[in-house]
């Protein structure tokens, strides 16, 4: 873009210095999404910190499409933005998650989080930048992050971690169905027979909830005969 | 220049599009519910058989007052119905209405999961209107939407993939182009999932759950006015282009007419996704609206399994036929 004067590194045939236009989309679109994350954990509004996570998470499928990597862009789309953010505010709704700032909504391990925030960044970007050192992604010859380029690394040398994390999800799956039922037989004798409207709803959350995390939902009091049929789905869902 | 003008093109094509078919599709409800109920519908506005009715109303929306409630967020409250409507924008440019370059806004590599997560992401401008509107009927509303949402998602999810296992790609005119008519059969199941389950997520009677009149008002919208609530409207309808379009695309042959018809493909595709509109305005006035866990239970108990034991049927066939 701009003729700023290179300082040529050795070793890349890429100057830092002389960015090309979708290098400084990447920085910006990079730097939207920090400050929004920044902002999700920052604000004191619960609902408005899953919506700048919408931002956030939005961003990096940016920042992948950028990256030339379509298929994972959009399944980050899919999964994060509208399958995870939407059973966040799902979440939050079922709290009254009042308008206007929590007082409360802080938590005494701000310096803890911190510090394990900033290790887990130090460690991601120590591993990506170890991995890809000078490589640059040449954007004029063929996509190299194509579905058929992606599949085919996928399955062809990564099977075996594939398998691997989905027996996680798997584990995660069980676990959550483990946890629900649980929760029901604690709360049978409290609960009596009225099928209150919202029986369907909270159902939903069951199978939902595990795609993210088996502890999502502790307290879904109605496991009805819905749940197990649907673990099937998600895991195949998921792969 | 050449490459500017050509985007340009399509991106005006597209925005005509996204314009004008919704309201085709709302004027042809109001005419259509009209003579199934034995009624004549708008007969006034613009003279012919009240053709101009929608464009009277958006008249008429754009002229009321634009309310915020006074205990509502601000913010999230006046921008709910852009996110509700712009993702269907976004997936009428990657919809292929005929075959070649000339006939989509944007081929895309993973066509299919580009528009299956765009239009996810829709259902966050219900969320936030819900939330925002610091009502408990819109609350009631956003939860519902949102239960609907997780619960509809994946049989729609599983079924477009059956459809990409066959044709071996996720690109929208690559799986059109697969298409041999005997995939019809071969798929129908997928197809009445995905168009079912496309249904409730555009929450489209029978699957009005969430704004269900007679129980919480108008749901998430109970709050908006003018323009804002037209813009919701608009999303309603633009969402049944959309499910109809990629219904076609996926599962009905796109361009592919019983006669090979060259040249005339986009026709076809148009009158696909008119029957299949007609369809949806015919399914609103027959049945009468599910309740809410007959919704939820619809789609873990049915839906659910019918598409798996499809995508299995899929790999079967697939794997016998190479």
Known sequence: MSPVPAVSLAAAPHGFLSPTGVEIAFLLVGLVTFGAA?????????????????????????????????????????????????????????????????????????????????AAAGALVWVVVDAFRATWIDLDGPAAGTTAVTGQSLFRHWVLPFEALSVLLLAALVGAIVLSRKAKADAEPNTGPTSDPNAGPVTATAPAATRTTPTATPGAPTATATTPAAPPGDQEGAR | MNDVLDVALRLLVVFVVFLTFPLIVGQTEHKVMAHMQGRLGPMYAGGFHGWAQLIADGVKFAQKEDVVPAGADRRVFQLAPA???????????????????????????????FVLAVMGVGVLGSLMAGWASANKFSLLGGLRTAAQLLAYELPMLLTAASVAMAAGTVSLPGIVAAFHWWWLPWQITGALVFFVAGLAELQRPPFDMPVADSEIIFGAYTEYTGLRFALFLLAEYAGIVVLCGLTTVLFLGGWHGPWGADGLGWLWTLLKTAVLAFLVIWLRVTYPRLREDQLQKFSWTLLVPLSLAQIALTGVIKVVIS
């Open chain 2, 83 to 113: 996110v509700a409507l712009l993702p269907y924008l976004l997936v009428l440019l990657a919809i292929p209405i005929g075959p070649g370059e000339g006939a989509v806004g944007q081929v895309l590599d993973a066509g299919v999961f």
């Open chain 1, 38 to 118: 920044l902002v999700t954990v920052t604000t004191r509004q619960l609902v408005h910190a899953a919506l700048w996570l919408v931002v956030a998470l939005g961003g990096l499928a940016v920042e992948y499409l950028l990256l030339t990597a379509e298929f994972i862009a959009w399944v980050q789309v899919l999964i994060y933005v509208g399958s995870v953010v939407v059973l966040l505010l799902f979440g939050l709704m079922l709290t009254k998650a009042p308008i206007g700032r929590s007082p409360d909504a802080d938590s005494g391990n701000r310096w803890a989080a911190l510090a394990v925030a900033v």
